[in-house]
């Protein structure tokens, strides 16, 4: 990802600055969305595992990156909550 580009996002709901999410936290997110435990904050299954994803600065809200294009969309946010394993 540009990183002019990623100094200039935010959170959409709470507007804190985002930042890519590390190997270690896309790993458990991919975990917990094989094991059907990740909905999107409209309650629909996060079905597809993430390539790249971006996070809130509190590590509470997790975006998904698709063809480089990050999906800033709040009813699309995975909430870092549903992820038993995720890095703190």
Same mark, same amino acid.
């Given at each position: 990802?540009?990183?002019?580009?990623? %100094?200039? @996002?935010?959170? =959409?709901?709470?507007?804190? =600055? @985002?930042?890519?999410? *590390?190997? !270690?936290?896309?790993?458990?997110?991919?975990? +917990?969305?094989?094991? *059907?435990?990740?909905?999107?904050? %409209? *309650?629909? &299954?996060?079905?597809? &595992?993430?390539?790249? +994803?971006?996070?809130?600065?509190? $590590?509470?809200?997790?975006? $998904?990156?698709? %063809? *480089?294009? &990050?999906?800033?969309?709040?009813?699309?946010? @995975?909430?870092?909550?549903?992820?038993?394993?995720? !890095? $703190?």
């Amino acid at each position: 990802m540009d990183r002019k580009l990623l %100094d200039i @996002l935010c959170c =959409p709901t709470t507007k804190q =600055p @985002l930042a890519l999410l *590390g190997a !270690p936290e896309l790993a458990a997110v991919n975990r +917990a969305i094989a094991a *059907g435990a990740v909905v999107r904050a %409209d *309650g629909s &299954p996060q079905a597809a &595992p993430l390539s790249e +994803a971006l996070v809130t600065h509190d $590590r509470r809200t997790v975006y $998904r990156i698709e %063809d *480089g294009i &990050p999906v800033l969309l709040a009813d699309e946010a @995975l909430a870092v909550s549903q992820i038993s394993d995720f !890095p $703190r």
